[in-house]
């Protein structure tokens, strides 16, 4: 007589209820049994402590380098991540504590005074007329809370050194032709300024306009830049506008000026910093 063999229902096994608990189940799944005999139990641990390890990452907060330095802009924190520069603050300004809060509420903050050493020396060159330094430092924009502010400060890394956009000019450049007081505040709350320059916007009727780490700060970067700024606080008159399409500059005046889109436009210092910006002077106005 033949016997039919009974399968015995296995009950499964109930899953924690804890989510973290819940992570690491689903990276350690239970190995065939093929793998348990002999020598596979070693094979088995192995296995196992690489996929704890990579679930326990999850859970791991990621690692900042910052410092304090002294600078000829003031006093400084600067911190830097594995992707590129995410903060540097004027510590006797009011705005100086937002960074910091942001940087211990997601990072695990490491002191490290090198990084702001170099930051301090890439200043220090800046402010003797050589921006590459900082031009070429990278940078992160995790901290920056909202995608409007992103886009503004993303766009305006594009602003070369003896150049500045108006705030009514980074608006519409970035598809918000109503946003420039939302230009502004972002400007002021900028997490790395200096190195996303937020002191080469400026306002329409050619004054400097604020700064979030004050107006003198600002006249010194300019002025660093090739901007010959009076007591008036305002463009001197040899500026020029330079068309980002059409790579042409001219005078303020020019009819070309007037004609062409607001957002294509940027100041520049004078005609030899357009020329240094790859500028050809316009036929019309010949401001060079």
Request: aromatic fraction near 4%; glycine fraction near 10%.
């Amino acid at each position: 007589m033949k016997h039919r063999a009974i399968a015995r229902k296995v009950p499964r096994r109930a899953r924690p209820d804890a989510e973290a608990v819940s992570i690491l189940a689903d990276d350690l799944p239970a190995p065939p049994d093929a793998a348990i005999a002999g020598d596979g139990i070693d094979a088995m641990v192995e296995d196992a402590h690489r996929r704890m390890a990579r679930a326990l990452r999850r859970f791991r907060r990621p690692a900042v380098r910052a410092g304090i330095t002294e600078s000829p802009l003031g006093r400084l924190l600067v911190a830097e991540g594995p992707r590129g520069l995410l903060a540097v603050a004027y510590l006797d300004t009011p705005g100086a504590a937002a960074p910091l809060e942001a940087l211990r509420s997601g990072y695990d903050v490491i002191e490290d005074s090198a990084v702001a050493v170099r930051v301090r020396e890439e200043i220090d060159r800046l402010l003797a007329g050589d921006s590459a330094p900082i031009d070429g430092h990278p940078v992160d924009l995790s901290l920056v809370a909202g995608d409007f502010q992103r886009r503004a400060l993303a766009h305006l890394r594009r602003v070369p050194p003896g150049a500045v956009v108006t705030y009514q000019g980074l608006a519409e450049a970035i598809g918000a032709p109503s946003g420039q007081r939302a230009i502004g505040n972002s400007m002021a709350s900028n997490p790395l300024p200096v190195y996303v320059p937020c002191h080469r916007v400026i306002r329409s009727d050619g004054a400097i306009g604020n700064y979030g780490g004050g107006v003198e700060r600002k006249l010194s970067l300019l002025r660093a830049e090739g901007f010959e700024i009076g007591p008036d606080k305002r463009l001197p008159p040899q500026a020029v506008w330079g068309h980002r399409r059409s790579h042409i500059f001219c005078r303020p005046g020019c009819a070309a000026v007037r004609r062409a889109s607001r957002p294509r436009w940027m100041i520049f210092a004078d005609a030899e910093h357009a020329c240094g910006a790859g500028m050809r002077p316009c036929k019309l106005c010949a401001p060079a």
